[in-house]
């Protein structure tokens, strides 16, 4: 019982002091002062051999322990022993959160355990950098509704934007339960992606921050990047972004204010720089792991308390944001010579606090893995019961009254993106670690999978009657182009990142001339088939790849005498293509009258993946009276004929056409405008909303798992080409 009670303090107990608060004034100011601003970015990156041994030291523990093929098996297991694991399930008894996740619970620890928002505080302005899904706010509204309720707070965000379809989904969160109720709050640049490393975006910070009643006084940064194809330099590769998050907090702050920013370990000459930047510019500084991070992570929190000013330190900061860019500097912030060794030697006991807390979780998480015994599952429970006991005398919670909610809606997913949300990323991971031929089994198991769960899904939500109310909503809001779809809204996410995974996989293999050949086919084509003119037919299919002419022939012999619009089969060696051919045709089409009244067009293999492919597809199927979805992975399961789904659009009304092609030509519709950045032409949310929400979802997904069969069949081919040669 004493080793559970000393591992339950342990757990509770993670906090380094960096800057203390009653660190002498004389000695602060001998200690952190910053070099002269010629001397910022002008070294090399530089190594501290004891940094560098424990980095070492801690990879070496990861290695011996990593899990390789069985990575989800781990996972659960580590979940089920994490000494936390009972503080979810009572706070959500006991508060009641809107919205409870292992964010929500960090932050809610740091709240309490740092003077962030001081008692008798009239008002409270706060920013919150790479902040989706928005956990981070939703804490601080419940800490300060429950302990300080008559505090008045505002509040801006900033994140990747997950309806920026140019992200990968590795990049960016796409959870926007929080987001899309609360879009006013939000600041994703002109470009809108979101992106925090863009001048641009912090310029565009810096002017809405101007405008809040009260000057910013908090900043929290939870920025991370998906590291798990190469867990062991997770420092180095977050690290810009880090130095992005503190240099536009310093921008931003005011005298007086706190700074809380994510960071893993301090093993590289960038993390010591940006500690030493940040103990100059704040009176304290603290690093804390909270009790409900998880137990084998690098994962801490840098605690910036009393920020000096910018005017304190402005002739640096200039220098500093000078260096502000989408790309890392390649030299280091400061040089080693610039930085005092008392404060590396501080750094480095640092360090090695939190590297051994992580290495003891590792070990622990390893033997527990082994260890299935009664008496084992026993101990953890105690552990568990005891953390929940130290977490809630520590950091006191309740519910808050309903009106005083962030979101005054149930925050539910979407079942059309998300029907199994989370573990997309984990067997993501686990394929990353896999060799080749693993790689490859390992996907088709889950092809498999993914189309027998949408095939027995197949019966439902097929039909909706259009609308044209819609048309009093479009608008064309551009943002930065991008060449390829690397996340949607609306698609299953599990469909697409499979599809990427496939492409990704197939640029790895095919490479030199094989692939550039491929690539100069990029440009897509649509191919218009008028009911049975099949001599027109056969004519234009010559210029066209060949998986496009099976797919005609599929069409020609299932949909005799139908007309169709085809979009051209992608090669696989990039994500899907966020161009409007087909739908650019349908438009020219109707606005040449080569419709007659009461038509019905067929439309299929076109993705629907972007705001502007969806919005100019609802917009122009308003014309006709029903839209029906033909899926087909049930025909592709019994058959292996990997047939994309069909959209039919019935019944052309002349009256609403008119009505529609004014309405587009009204906000300066042309073709080719995603080329031009057009993002939308109707907004997420009316898009979400509308009828053509769920049949487009499936669509979409229907979409994606054909494709895949098909780039798997290439790959396949491809990878026994080379395996013979």
Request: glycine share 4%.
């Amino acid at each position: 019982m004493l080793e559970v009670n000393l591992f339950s303090e342990k757990h509770c107990s993670k906090l380094f002091s960096l800057k203390p608060a009653d660190s002498h004034c004389n000695v602060a100011r001998t200690l952190f002062q910053l070099p002269p601003s010629q001397r910022v970015f002008s070294h090399p990156p530089w190594q501290v051999e004891k940094l560098q041994q424990l980095k070492v030291e801690l990879n070496k523990v990861k290695g011996d322990t990593e899990r390789g093929e069985d990575l989800s098996s781990w996972t659960d297991h580590t979940f089920r022993v994490n000494p936390a694991m009972a503080v979810f399930k009572r706070v959500k008894e006991k508060a009641n959160p809107e919205f409870i996740s292992q964010a929500f619970l960090k932050f809610y620890e740091v709240l309490c355990q740092f003077p962030l928002v001081l008692p008798g505080t009239d008002s409270l302005s706060s920013l919150h950098l790479c902040e989706a899904p928005g956990a981070f706010i939703i804490a601080l509204n419940h800490y300060i509704q429950y302990h300080h309720p008559d505090i008045q707070w505002e509040w801006l965000g900033n994140t990747l934007h997950p309806h920026y379809e140019g992200s990968k989904a590795s990049e960016c969160i796409s959870d926007d339960r929080i987001i899309l109720h609360t879009l006013m709050h939000w600041v994703f640049g002109r470009d809108g992606t979101g992106n925090i490393t863009l001048r641009s975006c912090l310029e565009d910070l810096t002017d809405r921050c101007s405008k809040l009643k009260e000057p910013v006084s908090l900043v929290t940064a939870d920025g991370s990047i998906d590291c798990q194809d190469n867990p062991g330099e997770q420092e180095v590769t977050t690290n810009h972004l880090h130095q992005c998050e503190v240099l536009a907090a310093l921008h931003l702050l005011s005298p007086g204010g706190n700074l809380v920013v994510k960071m893993f370990t301090f093993f590289e000459s960038s993390s010591v720089c940006l500690l030493y930047l940040i103990c100059c510019a704040f009176s304290e500084v603290q690093v804390f792991k909270p009790i409900t991070s998880k137990l084998g992570n690098s994962e801490v929190y840098v605690v910036g308390l009393n920020y000096v000013g910018r005017e304190e330190i402005s002739v640096t900061l200039d220098e500093l944001l000078k260096h502000y860019l989408p790309q890392a500097p390649s030299m280091s912030m400061f040089a080693l010579e610039d930085i005092p060794s008392e404060f590396v030697k501080v750094v480095v006991e640092c360090a090695r606090f939190f590297k051994e807390h992580q290495e003891n979780a590792i070990e622990r998480n390893a033997r527990l893995y082994l260890d299935t015994s009664e008496e084992a599952e026993s101990a953890c429970q105690i552990v568990q019961e005891l953390v929940w006991r130290k977490f809630q005398v520590r950091n006191p919670i309740g519910p808050i009254p309903t009106n005083r909610r962030i979101l005054q809606v149930d925050v539910r997913w979407d079942g059309n993106v998300h029907p199994d949300f989370g573990k997309h990323k984990r067997w993501s991971g686990c394929i990353q670690r896999l060799s080749v031929d693993k790689k490859l089994d390992r996907i088709s198991e889950l092809l498999l999978d993914f189309v027998e769960a949408y095939a027995s899904r197949e019966h439902r939500d097929l039909y909706y009657k259009t609308e044209d109310s819609i048309l009093e909503n479009l608008r064309l809001v551009k943002g930065l182009p991008f060449q390829q779809v690397g996340n949607s809204r609306f698609c299953c996410e599990r469909s697409l990142n499979l599809y990427s995974v496939l492409s990704s996989l197939k640029c790895e293999l095919v490479s030199g001339e094989l692939l550039q050949n491929k690539m100069e086919n990029k440009s897509q084509k649509v191919l218009y088939l008028q009911g049975n003119n099949k001599t027109d037919h056969e004519s234009a299919l010559s210029d066209f790849n060949d998986d496009t002419k099976k797919l005609v022939e599929s069409v020609m012999k299932d949909y005799p005498d139908c007309t169709f619009l085809i979009d051209e089969y992608p090669d696989g060696s990039a994500g899907p293509a966020p161009s409007c051919d087909v739908l650019d045709r349908l438009h020219e089409l109707l606005e040449s009258h080569s419709l007659p009244a009461g038509a019905t067009v067929h439309l299929t293999n076109m993705p629907l993946l972007t705001r502007l492919q969806n919005g100019l597809f609802v917009v122009l199927s308003s014309c006709f009276k029903n839209v029906d979805l033909h899926q087909t992975l049930y025909h592709f399961l019994n058959s292996g004929q990997s047939l994309p789904p069909v959209l039919k659009l019935e019944n052309l009304n002349l009256d609403s056409a008119r009505r529609v092609l004014d309405a587009l030509k009204d906000v300066g519709w042309s073709r080719g405008a995603h080329k031009r950045g057009v993002m939308e032409l109707l907004d997420t949310f009316s898009l979400i909303h509308n009828d053509s929400h769920k049949v487009v979802c499936r669509y979409n997904s229907n979409l994606m798992l054909i494709w895949s069969s098909d780039l798997l069949k290439q790959i396949k081919n491809v990878r026994g080409t080379l395996c013979r040669t």
